[in-house]
Nanobody
Framework: QVQFVESGGGLVQPGASLRLSCAASGFTLDYHAIAWFRQAPGKERGAVSCINTSEDTWYDNSVKGRFTISRDDAKNTVYLQMNNLKPDDTGVYSC???????????WGQGTQVTVSS
């Protein structure tokens, strides 16, 4: 089955760190840009970060300087290191098989991140 499996979410206090993982199953990441998306409660899903096959990266302004995306094609996995987390970072984080997040892309089920004191 072709899918992503995300993990690493949780409930943390402001200022804490988490590392999310996005493991591909049933296909290889080598030829895909991979993006992390976030859907906050009551809001539309939006792109947080993306990494292409040349390891060029893009970040939403809200996470620049705090989040780092990386990929390990040998492990077929993309990571999102999230530091200095804020309550506004709360949401379900999902990965997609392109930076555009199209309906025809491969998506994961997501992992919940809650930042609260």
């Amino acid at each position: 089955q072709v899918q992503f499996v995300e993990s690493g979410g949780g409930l943390v206090q402001p200022g804490a760190s988490l590392r999310l993982s996005c493991a591909a199953s049933g296909f290889t990441l080598d030829y895909h840009a991979i993006a992390w998306f976030r859907q906050a409660p009551g809001k539309e899903r939006g792109a947080v970060s993306c990494i292409n096959t040349s390891e060029d990266t893009w970040y939403d302004n809200s996470v620049k300087g705090r989040f780092t995306i990386s990929r390990d094609d040998a492990k077929n996995t993309v990571y999102l290191q999230m530091n200095n987390l804020k309550p506004d970072d709360t949401g379900v984080y999902s990965c997609a098989s392109s930076c555009l997040g199209r309906s025809q892309d491969i998506w994961g089920q997501g992992t919940q991140v809650t930042v609260s004191s």
